[in-house]
């Protein structure tokens, strides 16, 4: 008897250490003592959506991969994350719970997210296409590529994504120097050749770069329009220097056709006014464009465009900002 308990004893210890062994080669789905990837747009890796600036929606779209010796392996294809208060999630039926391989080389990450999420194409460790459309309330999303390596620090915790606007914002400003205020109504910027207003627009992933590194080309044009963006009335205080901009804005694709030629049209206190300028900028995705034109007795006329860079209009960090304002000493005139 006590022979027979021994081996038993024995042969359970074997069944045990080679299941073991075996939990350390799977991706597996529920893996004891495993920590499980969970996904943030925080900077505090919270989870939360605590300081998450506009544009942001409720879900987005993830896909993960870890790699081994050379070998990689799909964990999350296209996984829909969701906010639900107070934290991100995206654990469900069809998409189990996925947690860290220890003995993984590197994990590789990419998301994107739209206001229609039928608008993300496709999603895969190559690149991300998106439908895309020019609007006034927000802009879609693309998440830079994430590498994290079985050495950095990151490895095992909370996957922090950081995201950036697809879209281009251009914004109009004001200036003009009177002991008057002035009304400013019925503001249109018209292009001379239609723009882009529809396209699919993909952003490839570079991973050999340091950090990854994405690039974004409209990939595809499904329609063109030359109709004006039109801006909300701006009022001018008496006796100021600055540049008043309009409260509204609109989200464009970026383009590198952006035709040079533009017209302005606009009704200063009661009176129409028009002008020609020339647009220097071709629109890039995650920028700010802000065109300040002044005003005289006389005429309407661009005197200054200011582009933000905002390579770092991430969720954890800023959103992209409205500018600040502009003095006459910042403004140089265009020929």
């Known amino acids: 008897m006590r022979r027979n308990l021994e081996t038993i004893f024995a042969l359970s210890f074997i069944l045990l250490t080679y299941g073991c062994a075996q939990v ?3 991706p597996g789905n529920d893996l004891a003592g495993y920590s499980p990837i969970t996904l943030a747009t925080d900077s505090a890796g919270t989870g939360t959506r605590a300081g998450i600036p506009e544009g942001m929606f409720d879900k987005f779209e993830v896909f993960a991969l870890f790699r081994k010796s050379g070998v990689s392996t799909v964990v999350m294809d296209k996984y829909v994350v969701t906010y639900g208060t107070p934290t991100w999630t995206y654990e469900s039926p069809s998409q189990p719970l996925q947690y ?5 080389d590197e994990y590789r990450f990419t998301a994107g997210s739209c206001p229609d999420m039928a608008d993300v194409l496709s999603l895969d460790a190559d690149q991300l296409k998106l439908h895309m459309l020019n609007n006034r309330q927000g ?3 693309y998440c830079h590529p994430l590498r994290i390596g079985a050495v950095d620090p990151e490895f095992g915790k909370v996957v922090n994504l950081r995201f950036g ?3 281009c914002r251009v914004m109009v400003a004001f200036v003009k120097e009177s ?3 002035a009304v400013i109504t019925d503001i249109m910027l018209t292009p001379s050749d239609p723009i882009t207003s529809e396209a699919e627009m993909t952003f490839s992933f570079d991973w050999n770069a340091t950090p990854a590194a994405t690039t974004a080309q409209v990939t595809q044009k499904t329609a063109t329009s ?3 963006l039109d801006f909300e009335d701006v009022t001018i205080p008496a006796n100021t220097a600055d540049a008043v901009k309009s409260a509204s804005m609109h989200y464009c694709i970026p383009d590198a056709s952006n035709p040079t030629g533009w017209n302005i049209s606009l009704t200063c206190d009661g009176e129409p006014k028009s002008a020609s300028f020339e647009n220097t900028h071709t629109w890039e995705c995650g920028k700010n464009y802000i065109y300040v034109f002044s005003l005289t ?4 006329k661009l005197v200054h465009v200011v582009s933000q860079e905002l390579e770092d209009s991430y969720f954890d960090c800023n959103p992209v900002l409205p500018g600040g304002s502009f003095s006459e000493g910042d403004m140089t005139e265009n020929p």
């Open 179 to 181: 002991d008057a205020g």
């Open 297 to 300: 007795a006389k005429a309407v």
């Open 165 to 167: 606007y697809a879209h």
């Open 24 to 26: 350390d080669e799977l």
């Open 139 to 141: 802009s879609s999303l």
């Open 226 to 228: 030359a109709a004006s």
């Open 100 to 104: 860290w391989m220890r003995d993984a």
